[in-house]
């Protein structure tokens, strides 16, 4: 067993868990499986709590993979994250999240695309630069790419990651802060970030939805939220009494299946028009 830790861990070996086997696979899989067109984006609607206005979309990536079938991200990136092989997914999601937007404006719909970033683009001192130049190729204004990340993905390494959001947000892009309510929530780290939301963990929302009348941190994080001068999203909505809840609350954006599970894009354009039809 101890000789195995210098061996190179993309090394196959038979005494392997079956877990391990697939994660490795995956890695190595992943830049074919891009070419080959097995990754999709899906497109879950951000709704405005006040006019009803849908103002974009988060893209979720999927994998259609040809020996697995259709694969959640939590299933892959977590492997794709470890042997530093996100990048290329990474680069595949808002490439294909950039086209979308320009889609929408050449149809005249001014909507935003909400790319999900892992610590691993935080730590690379290139990557806001591949952005730029990928919005000028695209022509999109960089105010309707939205990046959402994670507060321990900012906090792996937080030295390295601060200049780079900075860079992101000088661009003029909009910075999201995931998954809050969960991890560090620290209002310090809140305060040295140029953000621009933050979404309310789905966790959070499932708690506050089955007891809406005990909305402490749900209440909390919109305070915080408002006096920071930030929009706040509330994600995982998936009755109309939560929305209810919310809307008395005064949250900014909702996401979750009341209104409409991550679709691919024809799908998303079709939700869209019988939405305003
Ligand atoms: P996330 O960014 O927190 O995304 C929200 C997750 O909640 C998505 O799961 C979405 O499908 C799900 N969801 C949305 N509304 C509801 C609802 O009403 N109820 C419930 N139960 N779930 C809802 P999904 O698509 O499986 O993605 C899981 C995670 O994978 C994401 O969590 C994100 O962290 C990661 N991920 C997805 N796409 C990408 C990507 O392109 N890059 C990176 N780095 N991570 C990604
Ligand atoms: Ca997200
Ligand atoms: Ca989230
Ligand atoms: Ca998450």
Known sequence: VARSVDRPVHVYRPSM??????????????????????????YQPKISLSSGQVLGAEALVRWQHPHYGALRPDVFIPALERTGRIGALTEHVLEQGLRTIAGWLEQQVR????????????????????VGSALREHGVPPELLTFELTESAVMEDR???????QRLHDLGVRISIDDFGTGYSSLAYLRDLPVDEVKIDRGCIAEFAGS?????????????????????????????????????????????????????????GEWLTSRTR
């Open 111 to 130: 909507m935003s695309v909400a790319v999900n970033l892992s610590a691993r683009s935080l730590a690379d001192s290139g990557f806001p630069e591949l």
């Open 17 to 42: 868990g079956v877990e391990a086997r697939r994660q490795l696979e995956f890695t190595s899989q992943i830049r074919e499986a891009i070419a080959d067109g097995q990754i999709h984006v899906h």
């Open 159 to 165: 030295d390295r990651a601060l200049p780079i959001v």
């Open 212 to 268: 809406p009348g005990d909305s402490g941190l749900v209440r909390t994080v919109l305070a915080l939220g408002h006096t920071l001068g930030l929009v706040v999203v509330a994600e995982g909505v998936e009755d109309p009494q939560t929305r209810d809840a919310l809307i008395s609350l005064e949250c900014d954006i909702v996401q979750g299946y009341l209104y409409s599970r991550p679709l691919p894009l024809d799908a998303f």
